[in-house]
């Protein structure tokens, strides 16, 4: 049973940042694609970013068009642990922040890529 265990959510002002933090408990981390999705209360969940393994063994990452250039995903294999640093927040940014493993392949965009989601956290920026 693979979970994942998010933390670093907190309230913040506008221009501010955070930091957000994923565990998972899968035994093969390094292989799978790590995900981070968002969902605004009375909204879709949406993609935020993704950081996958690709054939020769390098990580891509890949970001949603309204944070690209804010945020930016890495990923720690020894201690199985993904984050999301996240700069300039706008209130818009507004969401319980989940994240998600698995192996999308080219598919990273979409919830139906990962298997695995943690509870998520909550981020409110506020103006």
């Known amino acids: 049973q693979v979970q994942d265990v998010e933390s670093g959510g907190d309230f913040v002002q506008a221009g501010g940042s955070l930091r957000l933090s994923c565990v998972a408990s899968a035994h093969t981390f390094s292989s799978y694609a790590m995900g981070w999705f968002r969902q605004a209360p009375g909204k879709e969940r949406e993609f935020v970013a993704a950081?996958?393994?690709?054939?020769?063994?390098?990580?891509?990452?890949y970001y949603a068009d309204s944070v690209k250039g804010r945020y930016t995903i890495s990923r720690d294999n020894a201690e199985s642990t993904v984050f999301l640093q996240m700069n300039s927040l706008k209130p818009e940014d507004t969401a319980v922040y989940y994240c998600?493993?698995?192996?999308?392949?080219?598919?990273?965009?979409?919830?139906?890529?990962?298997?695995?989601w943690g509870h998520g956290t909550q981020v409110t920026v506020v103006s």
């Open positions: 950081i996958r393994r690709t054939g020769d063994g390098s990580y891509f990452k």
């Open positions: 998600a493993l698995g192996t999308p392949g080219p598919a990273f965009s979409l919830k139906s890529g990962y298997d695995y």
